[in-house]
């Protein structure tokens, strides 16, 4: 599976963005998808998941009430929508795939998009 990550850019505080994630190369449905974040001098650090129906999300207590998981498996891609943004959100973002194992952290997520840098402002 390759995974292209994009809507990522400079926002101000209190502001919102929409981050895709497209899948190609392989049947996506299979796949729970997650969201993690990478702020330099930080280590990887998880956002969001969602099984691969859609029926189970789960967030990060830092992001819970202000990011949204969800996918659309007829277009093969998951969405982040992140609302109220902090500047402590500033962060390389990555989607990843993964067939299994727990959602929350990275090493069971098979696949990995390049990232989008995400700028929250002051």
């Known amino acids: 599976v390759q995974l292209q990550a994009s809507g990522g850019g400079l926002v101000q505080a209190g502001g919102s963005l929409r981050l895709s994630c497209a899948a190609s190369?392989?049947?996506?449905?299979?796949?729970?998808m997650g969201w993690f974040r990478q702020a330099p001098g930080k280590e990887r650090e998880f956002v969001a998941a969602?099984?691969?129906?859609?029926?189970?999300?789960y967030h990060a207590d830092s992001v819970k009430g202000r990011f949204t998981i969800s996918r659309d498996n007829a277009r093969n891609t998951v969405y982040l929508q992140m609302a109220s943004l902090k500047p402590e959100d500033t962060a390389v973002y990555y989607c990843?795939?993964?067939?299994?194992?727990?959602?929350?952290?990275?090493?069971?997520?098979?696949?990995w998009g390049q990232g989008t840098q995400v700028t929250v402002s002051s």
């Open positions: 969602i099984s691969w129906r859609g029926g189970r999300t």
């Open positions: 190369g392989r049947t996506f449905s299979p796949y729970a």
């Open positions: 990843a795939a993964s067939l299994g194992g727990s959602v929350r952290q990275p090493e069971p997520y098979d696949y």
